[in-house]
């Protein structure tokens, strides 16, 4: 039986804060469903609280202020002038278009040795990189796998 008789029967929208803080202390539930529910609407309401007085105290901040001015006047010039961001960055600092152009560099794989082959049969050679040669399938195919390796002449890098 509910010790609060007075909230029986009433929806959750029309409790206020005091009925929330009621059923939340005393766990109890709504018709059947379980009081997280409630708890944790509680708990995001208060978060939201939070979340609301850190964005007035940062919103008073000077600093964001003066920031957000720099920005303002920032992008009004770039679109007087029909620039992009990537054009400022160039213009103020011309290393980053270095820095930039080397960074997928260091992202790439190392380039794979050189091997030459040279056929004994017919004096044929070919030079890869990789092991998707034409020639050198078709020669694997018709002498062998093991034969065709030993054909290897030298690898250079």
């Not at 929208?13 to 709504?30: D, E, G, V």
Request: contains cysteine.
């Amino acid at each position: 039986m509910c010790p609060h008789p007075e909230l029986v029967g009433i929806e959750p929208a029309q409790l206020n804060t005091s009925h929330h803080l009621i059923y939340a202390t005393l766990n109890l539930s709504y018709k059947g469903n379980p009081m997280s529910l409630l708890n944790e609407y509680i708990q995001k309401e208060q978060q939201l609280k939070q979340l609301q007085e850190e964005l007035q105290r940062l919103e008073g901040d000077q600093r964001l202020k003066s920031e957000l001015e720099f920005k303002a006047k920032l992008e009004a010039l770039m679109n007087e002038f029909g620039k992009r961001p990537a054009d400022v960055i160039a213009l103020l600092d011309p290393s980053s278009d270095q820095r930039s152009a080397k960074a997928p560099a260091a992202s790439t794989r190392r380039k794979r040795r050189l091997k030459i082959y040279k056929n004994p049969h017919n004096g044929e050679v070919i030079e890869t990189r990789g092991g998707n040669h034409k020639g050198l399938r078709s020669w694997k195919n018709e002498h062998g796998d093991e034969a065709v390796e030993s054909w290897l002449v030298r690898m250079e890098d």
